[in-house]
């Protein structure tokens, strides 16, 4: 028998064995980052702590607590904030985040003010800090056990001075302020490192020389190395942006590692600078600002997702461990001593010096500024030079033996730190509500904007040539073209800088545009539809607004989470952000289809991606021409809608098609919720009953779902059915606008618009809890029905019938869901009809139910269903044969009361 | 203005000047070199010219530059009562405005607006996808149904944007 090991057996094998040793570091690692993001999450838990505290400072009181209780059970202090994984591991993706994502016109619009706060600024910072602070003890205010001269004292206040990126973003990202004065706090934090690092330099090794040993050359040294180092560091990133966009120029069919090489080289680019000793934050900074262009271009969508939610991910984990540990670290008695007078002094010189510098800066940087930045600017910008993570670790590294007052500089460090991230961090948002201070609006750009603000820049580029004057204007545009001839070529593959024209970037905003036009138009029809309500037209413009303020509101609302990730948030995420909440709808689920194909290789998604692309496409424009007829005809479909309501009970042929076609989108809604057995049985029991009492129920079904899914899409339909008087259902509202045969004959292509829509829900009565559906049903109806207006009936019938005998006859034949799609309303019509002629019409009702199931089972069980579906959205390529459903009712109708 | 932009702007006048009688003419400004590849150049001559004449002379050139000098702190606080400045935020959107507008009836159809996009536009993008780009930018700013965009509308789209600052040069301040 095998010899089960027992403990007996120690020269046996194993079953198991302890290795904590072998995996003691990386379980630490994993162990801390585990804790704190843990934190994080109970720290969300409550809005209200979260809104008023921020996140830095709860992260760094759990540090002090953590910090206490290891103190407490190892009786020493471990897990301290080390520089070198400070430096080499915590930093950087931080620094890449914010370069990558910075919003580069917004910056390089302020680049004059950001060199001016990074340079002069900190310059100025250190030197009144560190000559107040030698003041201070020489006036003997001091501990004598403070030995410094005034060269450790200006090394302290060069370490001391800088403002630090991690701090900055931390306190800043939660408090909305203005995009200019957001760029230029945190532009300055990032560009300062330049600064701080050779001053840091300098005045260690003149420390470390002694007073004596330093000559007139080391000055000049000095000033040249900071020269090296900012511009040493900028090339490097320079360098390392151009080798990254190159590669990524070249792999097309190597997607997967694309996010890898971001990182990689951006990584590289921190290290290469680091080993030369240039500024290692700058050379990052830069690199991700430059390369982003031409990466994004160069990469595939779904790298994009990928680059962007990775580097959020570290970045923020790193920020979390930051401060954790900066929380943990100051526990650490040990290696600090206390001294009153050197720590309220301290804080006292740098807030004093700091609005002094920025007052001074700003006064003369305001003769040059096109837009001055004010006085409340001032106050914004004096106190939110928040220190941080850098100044510690730059203290920490200080050598004891040549630096005598190291303790003292490590606790004040820690005060002045803790002091302005915690402070100053909970004071900044209520300082900025009082002040008023201009927040940052997120509002979507409008095409509009876009568009007209491009238009500017070329206005202003011109009358700065025609007046000779080489200014800014003249300088963005020469760079441009620069850009457009040289760079692009070389940097970008061949198909991304075809598509990257000047107006690209509108162009692309259309997209996004009419992604939220997908759903701001079904909140424009639905008012439009109220419109053609004879009971209160003169509500229509408010509702209008209303509903599209609605719809903006719950949008962003949706987007909430993804907006305090990102402040900056590029072109590239606004369309996610529109694509994934906004477009709940109709792409939401074909996507998600997609989803299963995308992991598995990635290559062919690509093709599907750019099939959305053009599917979304055709279909904005199908709907746009749509939308501009139906806008038309709604004001004649205004005066007709009274008569037709009125003469709704009679059940006139033109009429029924209507109500037929309303309830068919409504069905759906009903069906969805309990799936498909389900979905028949309340219409067969419905059948009897009047309309009225069948879309009630309808309605009731539907605001049952507003009430639990608030997104913006729900609110729409129920703001309606508010202004719509409650019992007056969706359907008889948009019944008139549906019924009236508009005159204008809105030619046929305007039928597959409507069909687009459908599909969706229905592949995602499968996928997704009803509610959802039912959300998004519930703007598509209304869109829909009033969509049809313009079709001209008689052509429309014409049609229908010769092309009903190729879909309908065969059942089934064609993809299932467009049959299930059309099947429902069929199924549903039947009472409608039932109930308002007469509910003998079961010889009809047997064949629609019947085409219904078959073609149902057939979408559910044949092998190829799902394929089928996964080519709907491809519609925009068959709406030729997709006029025909949308038509196929309305035959049926047609044929009722001539049964009758 | 100053004493010495205005010395510096009626040097530049002149040396733009080829036929030294004291106006520009068109070709004075088609010319210059970076107007010849700025996709507006044109356009944006044009609105230096007053309806139906093909020269300007310096007060006109002075007219049309003075939209673009920068809204002072104290200018903002002056009365309403006198003239608005050309540099007011709404004259500076109609100077936009016009470049847009070129039959002059306060509308920008979309035949114009597809014109200025046609310009802004590499040859890239197909005349339909530009289409829809000009439909879907009409249809956002159109709020009475005209199927164009009037000036009222125009200044509504813009409401958001810091026209001030964009339409701004530093230059003539």
């Known amino acids: 028998p095998a010899a089960s090991p027992g403990p007996a057996a120690p020269a046996g094998a194993e079953l198991l064995r302890w290795q904590w040793r072998e995996v003691q570091a990386p379980c630490l690692v994993a162990a801390w980052i585990l804790v704190a993001s843990l934190a994080k999450i109970v720290f969300h838990l409550s809005r209200k702590v979260t809104s008023i505290v921020p996140e830095s400072c709860l992260l760094i009181l759990l540090g002090l607590g953590l910090g206490g209780i290891v103190l407490a059970v190892a009786k020493k202090a471990e897990y301290q904030l080390e520089p070198n994984m400070f430096f080499l591991f915590l930093l950087p993706p931080i620094v890449l985040d914010s370069g990558y994502f910075m919003p580069s016109r917004l910056f390089f619009d302020n680049i004059g003010a950001i060199l001016t706060y990074a340079v002069v600024g900190t310059l100025w910072n250190s030197f009144a800090t560190g000559t107040a602070l030698w003041g201070l003890h020489q006036a003997g205010l001091m501990d004598p056990g403070v030995e410094a001269g005034l060269m450790d004292f200006l ?26 004065l957001f760029i230029i706090v945190f532009g300055e934090s990032l560009l300062n490192d330049a600064v701080t690092v050779v001053l840091y330099k300098v005045f260690n090794s003149f420390v470390e020389l002694g007073p004596a040993h330093i000559h007139a050359t080391d000055y000049v040294k000095g000033v040249a190395s900071f020269f090296l180092v900012s511009l040493g560091g900028t090339a490097v990133g320079l360098l390392f942006a151009f080798l990254l966009a190159l590669i990524t120029r070249f792999t097309k069919r190597v997607r997967i590692i694309e996010p890898l090489f971001v990182f990689l080289l951006a990584y590289v680019a921190y290290l290469a600078a680091e080993m030369v000793s240039l500024s290692a934050i700058l050379a990052v900074t830069f690199c991700g600002i430059c390369c982003k262009k031409y990466v994004e271009a160069n990469i595939s969508q779904k790298s994009r997702t990928t680059v962007k939610y990775t580097m959020k991910t570290l970045a923020s984990s790193s920020e979390t461990i930051i401060f954790m540990f900066l929380g943990i670290s100051a526990v650490d008695t040990s290696k600090w001593t206390w001294d009153t007078a050197l720590v309220l002094g301290t804080l006292f010189f740098i807030l004093l010096f700091r609005a002094v510098g920025v007052v001074l800066q700003t006064y003369v940087l305001n003769r040059f500024r096109l837009i001055p930045l004010d006085r409340i600017d001032q106050v914004v910008m004096s106190y939110g030079g928040l220190r941080g993570a850098v100044a510690f670790a730059l203290v920490i590294l200080l050598d004891r033996e040549k630096v005598k007052a190291k303790d003292y500089f490590v606790a004040t460090t820690i005060v002045v730190v803790f002091f302005t991230v915690i402070v100053q961090g909970l004071t900044i948002k209520p300082l900025v509500t009082w002040l008023k201070v201009k927040r940052s609006d997120h509002h979507k750009p409008t095409l509009n904007e876009e568009l007209h603000e491009h238009a500017f820049d070329h206005i202003l580029a011109a009358v700065e040539d025609i007046v000779g004057h080489h200014g800014y204007h003249y300088w963005r545009d020469k760079w441009e073209q620069f850009d457009k001839k040289y760079l692009s070529q070389v940097l970008m593959r061949k198909s991304a800088y075809r598509l990257r024209d000047e107006i690209w970037d509108v162009y692309y905003k259309l997209n996004i545009r009419d992604a939220i036009s997908f759903v701001d138009q079904g909140g424009h029809v639905l008012s439009a539809a109220k419109l053609a309500l004879p009971s209160m037209p003169s509500r229509t413009s408010m509702s209008e607004s209303s509903v599209t303020n609605l719809l903006r509101e719950s949008g962003s609302g949706a987007c909430l989470d993804l907006q305090v990730i990102d402040t900056v948030r590029s072109r590239r995420d606004k369309e996610d952000a529109a694509m994934h909440h906004v477009l709940r709808g109709s792409l939401y689920k074909p996507r998600r289809r997609y989803k299963a194909s995308y992991s598995r290789h990635f290559i062919s998604p690509d093709k599907q991606e750019r099939q959305d692309k053009e599917i979304f496409r055709q279909n904005m424009k199908r709907r746009l021409e749509t939308f501009k007829s139906t806008k038309h005809n709604v004001c004649s479909s205004k005066s007709k809608a009274r008569l037709k309501e009125k003469g709704r009970k009679k059940a006139s042929a033109p009429q029924a098609p209507a109500l037929f076609l309303a309830l068919r989108f409504g069905l759906p809604q009903d069906g969805a919720p309990n799936g498909k057995t389900h979905r028949n049985v309340p219409w067969q029991d419905a059948a009897p009953v009047l309309v009225m009492v069948s879309s009630e129920e309808e309605e009731s079904d539907s605001s049952e779902t507003e009430k ?19 019992k007056t259902t969706p359907e008889l509202c948009k019944l008139p606008l549906t019924v009236s045969p508009s005159a204008s004959p809105g030619s046929l292509d305007v039928c597959p618009s409507p069909c687009i829509i459908p599909p969706s829900p229905t592949l995602a009565e499968k996928e997704l809890p009803w509610k959802g559906d039912q959300a998004d049903l519930a703007v598509y109806v209304s869109s829909e029905t009033t969509k049809i207006v313009p079709v001209d009936m008689q052509k429309a019938w014409n049609q229908s019938i010769s092309s009903l005998e190729s879909i309908a006859s065969p059942p089934g034949i064609e993809s299932g869901p467009q049959h299930r799609r059309f099947a429902c309303p069929v199924l549903e019509e039947q009472p409608q009809s039932a109930s308002q002629a007469m509910p003998e019409q079961s010889s009809c009702f047997q064949f629609p139910s019947h085409v219904s199931k078959s073609s149902r089972s057939q979408s559910d069980s044949s092998p190829d269903g799902p394929e089928q579906q996964e080519l709907q959205p491809l519609m925009a390529t068959e709406e030729q044969g997709r006029v025909p459903p949308t038509v196929e009712p309305r035959w049926l109708m047609f044929n009722r009361p001539s049964h009758l | 203005v100053s004493h010495s932009q205005i010395t510096r702007l009626y040097s530049r006048f002149t040396s733009l000047d080829k036929g030294e009688n004291g106006t520009l003419s068109r070709e004075d400004f088609q010319r210059i070199p970076e107007l010849a590849i700025n996709p507006l150049g044109d356009r944006i001559i044009n609105a230096f010219f007053p309806e139906g004449e093909d020269q300007v002379n310096f007060r006109g050139f002075m007219r049309t530059l003075a939209h673009f000098r920068p809204i002072e702190d104290n200018e903002k606080s002056k009365d309403q009562n006198g003239p608005e400045p050309l540099n007011s935020r709404s004259n500076k959107l109609h100077f936009a405005f016009r470049l847009y507008d070129l039959d002059k009836d306060d509308k920008i159809s979309r035949d114009e607006l597809l014109q200025v996009l046609r310009m802004m536009v590499g040859v890239n993008i197909s005349d339909e ?27 509504k789209v813009l409401e958001k944007v810091d026209v001030e600052q964009k339409m701004s040069i530093r230059f003539l301040h």
């Open chain 1, 155 to 180: 090394l302290f206040g060069s370490l001391i001075s800088a403002v630090d990126p991690v701090a900055v973003l931390a306190v800043f990202e939660e408090v909305h302020v203005n995009e200019t």
């Open chain 1, 708 to 726: 639990e899914d608030d997104e913006g899409i729900v609110f729409v339909a129920r703001a309606t059915d508010e202004v719509l008087q409650g």
């Open chain 2, 129 to 155: 996808q530009l289409g829809s780009i000009a439909d879907r930018t009409i249809q956002e700013a159109d709020q009475d149904g005209d199927s164009a965009i009037s000036f009222a509308e125009f200044v």
